[in-house]
Every structure is written in structure tokens, then in C-alpha cells.
């Protein structure tokens, strides 16, 4: 894997790497990609169905549920009347 | 003791909860600076729960837990000690919520005597990755306790609690369960809720339990088991076969691919001496091949991986524990407190699931492995149409010592080879000691059931185990 590459994955990943980290981990990601490509060669001879990727969908639907009413969340705040945000940013 | 017999000694009034938390809470003083298996142990908290279970048992009404004291892995939620899932990014976080698991074992009094120290998020399979303190294995300090459950397998081993809660993802109960000589489940996919459980990767968690025999953990998986509505993949149908009496008759497979040349030569004797017992009971065995098993370790990796990235997203330094004190803007503080906060076998695995999720690699890596999952779902299927159960080592070698660690990741992924194909399939798989290695390290064998098929692989486990001369560790203070 080139560092290019890392330090974009990097910013996808929203991790802050140092310089000396990066080379370090260019090392391991490419060890590790080099395991994983053993995959790639692999022949399947199944048709594969979207459930087969979405496997989740196996146990149960995935069926809307009504929320919660506003008035009953508020109601069990530890203020009792609404829910304070601390401030984040200053 | 096993849970069984505390039971026994709480109800006749032989020992008191109260007596029985002590005696623990003093076992964790003298030899957790040494094992490091206890993150936090609250000792007056633990007290009033004993306090509360004694007024039970007392009463009459005790359930099969009341007063035992019961290690919890850090990453189930609880709402009155800190939950960290041993990283420093989460240091000092206490949840708002009990996990459904931990409000089940509070329904039977049960004693929650600390959070138990882990491979950081889950990731790893040597509790070198804890955030704090590597666990150490109670049979030789120099080794590791395996992971990411090693610090429940550890206190277990080193009786420092009666029994344990894990999760295993990839094989976090059973391996770890395996170095350190005791029994630990993997439940069946669905049959436990992870509602409170910090997401690893949803479709391959399960929270399960590691004691001393596999009764005690059918008894804590008892305690822990039920349909819940906040967990959307808690399954409603859950009926399996039972326990049974006899071995007589049963068909046992032998899985051919985990038995070759990269298993060491002792484990392998280990476990084909385990075989040849349960023939002897009137069991039948034979070798059976799932060829696809070959591939489970990329698959595994890949498919953890990826929804390790989207599950540790959550932890920006905003919402959860640590933030990082040298941010500049939004975009800062997520980036700064996430390359502070996360230890480096979890960055390797985002960036591993960023990776295999990029435009471009999705089909090739992320479509690839799930289907490839898919295939080894329908081997299992196949394999135990034609067998009860499955056997096979549960790692190729026993516990490493430190010094000896992999210094390549994919080496150490490999290792993982015989515990992560059943959690592609969903299915339930056990380990319990089978043997020791020349230095004393035990060896495990593990036993793979169809869905819903716990309680039968515990009783086989549990023939098993009544047979079986168990050493236990010896920890010295």
C-alpha cells in the first residue's frame, strides 16, 4: 500500500496519524492486504441474491416502528422539563 | 468451586453471599496486580449487591444466580461502573443504561463483582491490545490469556470469579477459554441480546459466558438468554434440540481442514484423543471436509473489519468519553481525539474497513467475503444435516508466550483460522479443555452445533468434562 493511499484512507477513517505512524502502519496494512487478496482469486460458482450480501436480513424484517411521543421522552429528562446540551465548541 | 456447587453451599447456609463476595474480592486483591484480568472492582458496590442477594436466599426464593459473583467483560453497559471496553477513549465512561444482559443477571441478584479487562473494542486475540494492561494467562504469566475475552478466561482460571460474561466476534470466548483451560460458549446467533453491548461488528457479535464446566455455563446462559424487543437481531423462535443422556448412536465429525499440517502436533493428538472417547461412548466419528473453511480468516477479517469502521464512528470526542484538548475546529477534534484515543490494532482495523468499503475495492473485498460467508454458511448446513455436532482444535497451538508474539499482523490473524468460520454461520460453538501440552499449557476442543443447538453442545461438553482430569492453574502472590 503506498502512503498516498494510506493517508487517504486516513482521512476517510478520521484518524490523525504522524508521519512516523504512517510508515509504520503502510508496513502492516500491506501485510494485511496481502492476506486478503487470497480472496480475489477465489471462484464462486453460486448466483448470489442481494439477501446474500445484506445478511443482517436473515433473522428478522426490518419493519418501521412508531417513535417515541416527544411529550413522554421530555417527561423523563433529569430536568423534567427538557434535556441540556453541553457546549462543545467554544 | 463450580457455580453449581456455591449454590448448593449459599442455600444449605454453609457460606454466606456476603462471605463468598469477600473471599473473592480477596482472591482480586492478592492477584490481579499480577494477572491484570479486573479493570474495576467496586468492593463496597459488591457488598450491597451480596448484602441484597443474602436477604433473598434467606427468604427462600433464591434464583440459580443469587449471590454468585460474576465477572463482566468492559464492553457491557452498566450503569453503575465504568465501561471503557478497555480503551483509553472511553476512560472513566459510565453508561447511561444497563445492557439487557446485565439487567437479566441483576433480575437474579446476582453479584456483579468488576469489569474485566479486554482486548481494546474486541479487537485482538491476545489481550495485548488492552488499552491499560496486558491480562496474563494464570498457567504461565509468561503467556498470553488469549482474547479478546482473555480477562474473563483469566479470573475464571484464576478463581477470581465463580463465572464470566465475553463476547466472541471471531472466536473472543473460545480461544481465549482454550489457553486458559476453561469452558467458554459461543451462543447461537440471536439467542442472546447485545442491546448494551458495545458494537464490534453486529452481524458476527455474541455475548456468551466462561466458567468452570460447561453446567456452569448453561446456567449463566440460562440467566442471560431472552427474546428482547430493543435488539433487532434477538431471535423469537429459539427452540434447539436439548441436552442428551446418552452419546450412544450420536454422528460426531472430525472437521478435515483444522486438522492439518499448521495445527501443532500435540493439540492435534489432544483432540483426536478427545474423539476417540466420545467413539468409545457408542458416539460415531468421522472426518468431514469443509473445504471453504480455508478462506474464513480474509472473510472474517474483511466483513469484522468493515463494520467495525461504521460501528467506531460513534466515538468523534463528542458524544462518548475522552476529547482530545488540542482541537481547532469540529473536523479537528474528531480526528485528533480518534489518533489519541484509539490503540493500533484498532486504527488497523478501521483502516482496514475503510479499505475494503472504498469505491472500487467493494466488490472485490467487502461483496466478496459476504458471499464467500454465504458458502461456508451452506458447508456447515450441509456438514451437520449429515452430523450431530462438529469437533476440531479451537487454535492451532496453545497460548504464546509474550516475547514470542507475531510481529506480522497476518500472521496473527491466521491463527484465528479455527474459531472464525462458525460465526459466519451463525451457529453456536463451544470450548472445553481437552488436554495439556508438555509445558502445561491446556489445549482446547472446540464442538460446533446447529442454530439453537447450545444447551445440546453444552451436555456433549459436559459428558465430556465429568471424564476429563482438569489441572488447574496455580497462581502464586
Known sequence: ?????????????????????????????????????????VELNEAFGEDEVLRL????????????ETVLLVSQSPEGADFSIPKILE | MTIKELRCALDSREISAAELTKGYLAGIAELNPQIGAYLHVNEELALSMAEKAQKRIDAGESAPLTGIPIGIKDLLCTTDMPTTCASKLLEGYIPPYDATIISNLRTQDTVLIGKINMDEFAMGSSNMNSGYFPVKNPYDLNR??????????????ANLCAGALGSDTGGSIRQPASFCGVTGLRPTYGLVSRFGCVAFASSLDQVGPLAQSAEDCGIILDAIASYDPKEMTSARERSGRPATDSLKGLKLGLIEE???????AQTKSAVEAAARWYEAQGAIVERISLPMLKYGVPAYYLISAAEASANLSRFDGVRYGQRSKSYTDYQSIVEKTRGEGFGWEVKRRILLGAYALCSGYYDAYYKKAVQLAHVVREEYRKALEQFDALLSPVSPDVAFRFDNAPTDPAQGYIADICTVSAPLAGLPALSTPCGYNSEGMPIGLMITGKRFDDKFILSLASHYEREFKKIPAEVRA
Open chain 1, 1 to 41: 500500500m503506498k502512503e498516498n493511499n494510506l493517508e487517504r484512507l486516513a482521512e476517510l477513517a478520521k484518524i490523525e496519524f504522524l508521519p512516523e505512524e504512517l510508515a509504520r502502519m503502510e508496513n502492516d496494512m500491506t501485510s494485511i492486504i496481502e492476506l486478503m487478496d487470497s480472496l480475489r482469486d
Open chain 1, 57 to 68: 436480513a436473515m433473522l428478522r424484517e426490518d419493519a418501521s416502528l412508531k417513535s417515541m
Open chain 2, 144 to 157: 498470553v490469556p488469549g482474547g479478546s475475552s482473555g480477562g474473563s478466561a483469566a479470573a475464571v482460571a
Open chain 2, 258 to 264: 483444522l486438522m492439518g499440517s499448521d495445527v501443532e
